[in-house]
């Protein structure tokens, strides 16, 4: 049976490490990277490919690494994650079908500023994106996972707490993060590893799309290398969350002791984020 490891959002931050460092450590037999840029997708398997190749050379197994442009948006890009399932699924039957061993949630954006000033349509197809893209993802998923697969949804350290001036993200998150501890503990008895992903600021282009240029890097920002390194190893020993620096892990623990609207008070009274209309 052909092994899958599929990672959305791929093109680019969190997305392209988490594919670099599974390629290096996994026994699937395919890597597949799931987003809409086609071009960077197709740069970053040439990468992989290249790494694959000085794998066979000292007889190390790589997976070959296969890019998916795909709008996964939505539940209608749920449904077409679905149908590339299907579609693998009939190319595969005669030779004992396939398997998910890791499927990584990653895909999402977020929105700086007060939620009055930024675009309903954005926000709403942030909400498409982050939580409906997820739940069908892994809804789909599921059927095609065994004993010791492991799933990685990307939450943040903004689903703790109720946060202004990054009000439907934070909203996104913290759905994010229940439904993956809750989705932990129903498929428990399967033996599948489920974890979120909990990162404050990570050094990616974030910033830049979520405040649309306004702020073109994120502000003390932490290598996404690492960051993925550790919520591998976290995911690996089946803990159901990463959040790998003291500060972040600090700030969590706080925010069980801070007040929901308090918590959103202070960030939008003093934690503003810049942004362009």
């Not at 992903?197 to 073109?216: H, M, Q, W, Y």
Request: charged share 25%; glycine share 8%; proline share 3%.
């Amino acid at each position: 049976m052909k092994k899958i490891a599929i990672v959305t959002g791929a093109s680019s931050g969190m997305g392209k490490e988490f594919s670099i460092q599974i390629s290096a450590d996994t026994d699937a037999d395919e890597i597949w990277l799931i987003a809409r840029r086609v071009d960077k997708l197709n740069e970053l398997c040439r990468e992989l490919v290249d790494l694959r190749n000085e794998g066979i050379k000292a007889d190390v197994k790589r997976p070959l690494p296969l890019a998916v442009g795909l709008d996964i948006a939505g539940r209608n890009g749920a449904e077409n994650f679905a149908l590339l399932l299907e579609n693998e699924k009939k190319a595969d039957e005669k030779s004992g079908g396939f398997s998910i061993t890791m499927l990584v949630n990653n895909a999402g954006f977020g929105t700086y500023g007060p939620f009055e000033e930024t675009s309903i349509t954005r926000e709403l197809d942030m909400i498409e994106l982050n939580c409906t893209s997820l739940t069908g993802i892994c809804g789909y998923a599921l059927p095609y996972m065994n004993k010791e697969s492991t799933i990685i949804n990307t939450a943040s350290l903004a689903s703790f707490l109720p946060l202004g001036n990054f009000a439907v993200y934070g909203a996104t998150k913290a759905f994010v993060l229940s439904f993956t501890m809750a989705l932990a503990a129903e498929i428990k008895h399967r033996g599948i590893k489920v974890c979120a992903l909990c990162p404050g600021p990570v050094s990616t282009e974030f910033a830049d799309i979520a405040s649309n240029g306004a702020r073109k890097e994120v502000k003390h920002g932490l290598s996404a290398e690492s960051v993925v390194a550790h919520c591998l190893r976290r995911a690996g020993k089946g803990k159901h969350t990463a959040i790998m620096a003291f500060k972040w892990k600090f700030k969590a623990a706080a925010s069980r002791f801070v007040g929901r609207y308090t918590g959103a008070w202070f960030t939008y009274k003093y934690c503003k984020r810049p942004h362009n209309a």
